[in-house]
């Protein structure tokens, strides 16, 4: 008898810089698939916020590699979506502060961060279908899935969306610094399919996905 559990588990990736609307297409696109949300960028934003309430310099690697080695990182979920504790704390309210939009470039420019987040990524790929919002997902971490996506919007309108959201982010100095990092920066992989989402809305964005999935042939 064929069994129903699956033996290999699917990807979406989608990726793009700030405040291009990836984590509410994600969110909804996954609701759509049933598949879970992987928030990559909150794991480095939980990183991060560890690390600033320890009293760490994002500059100051030595600090930081001694400090990770020790912390419990658990990568688990919650209502399908994917949740960060460490040292059995939850960040999830701090996650947006000021501090952390302002620091989480320089802490994810390091290779042992890149390499921790990337573990718990691959972690959750093993037991689930996942949609993943990140900027190194379809480049990177899951390099060999063919589902990819790449979202974009002007410069003006990703600022706007922003300060709509009440947020003080200088979204411009952190997409300069994924896009000229040394390793992994943000770039828009090769098979990737790219949709500039300035004119529309999440949910015509995420038809547009999936009818691309769909004619690629994701079972769904
Ligand atoms: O939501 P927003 O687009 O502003 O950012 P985010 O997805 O929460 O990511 C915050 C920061 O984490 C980014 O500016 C990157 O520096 C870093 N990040 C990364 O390096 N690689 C990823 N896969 C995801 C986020």
């Keep these: 008898m064929r069994s129903l559990q699956r033996d290999f588990h699917r990807q979406v990736a989608i990726d793009g810089?700030?405040?291009?609307?990836?984590?509410?297409?994600?969110?909804?696109?996954?609701?759509?698939?049933?598949?879970?949300?992987?928030?990559?960028?909150?794991?480095?934003?939980?990183?991060?916020?560890?690390?600033?309430?320890?009293?760490?310099?994002?500059?100051?690697?030595?600090?930081?590699?001694?400090?990770?080695?020790?912390?419990?990182?658990?990568?688990?979920?919650?209502?399908?979506?994917s949740r960060i504790l460490i040292d059995n704390v939850d960040p999830a309210d701090h996650l947006r502060d000021d501090r952390v939009n302002e620091s989480v470039?320089?802490?994810?420019?390091?290779?042992?961060?890149?390499?921790?987040?990337?573990?718990?990524?691959?972690?959750?790929?093993?037991?689930h279908d996942l949609v993943v919002e990140g900027r190194d997902i379809g480049s990177v971490v899951f390099r060999e899935t063919p589902y990819k996506f790449y979202?974009?919007?002007?410069?003006?309108?990703?600022?706007?969306?922003?300060?709509?959201?009440?947020?003080?982010?200088?979204?411009?100095?952190?997409?300069?610094?994924?896009?000229?990092?040394?390793?992994?920066?943000?770039?828009?992989a090769e098979d990737a399919h790219v949709i500039d989402t300035s004119r529309l809305t999440i949910e015509g964005v995420v038809n547009k996905i999936i009818a691309r999935l769909k004619q690629m042939g994701l079972q769904i």
């Design 17 to 81: 810089p700030a405040a291009s609307g990836k984590s509410s297409v994600a969110r909804e696109l996954a609701r759509r698939l049933g598949f879970i949300y992987v928030n990559s960028g909150a794991i480095y934003r939980a990183i991060t916020w560890y690390l600033l309430q320890k009293g760490i310099h994002a500059e100051d690697s030595d600090r930081i590699a001694h400090a990770l080695e020790s912390a419990a990182i658990t990568c688990c979920l919650q209502d399908s979506e």
């Design 105 to 127: 470039a320089r802490v994810s420019r390091l290779p042992l961060v890149r390499q921790i987040v990337g573990q718990k990524l691959h972690e959750y790929a093993r037991s």
């Design 151 to 188: 979202v974009d919007a002007s410069p003006e309108v990703r600022l706007r969306r922003r300060a709509a959201q009440g947020e003080r982010d200088e979204i411009t100095l952190r997409d300069h610094a994924d896009f000229s990092r040394p390793v992994s920066p943000l770039v828009i």
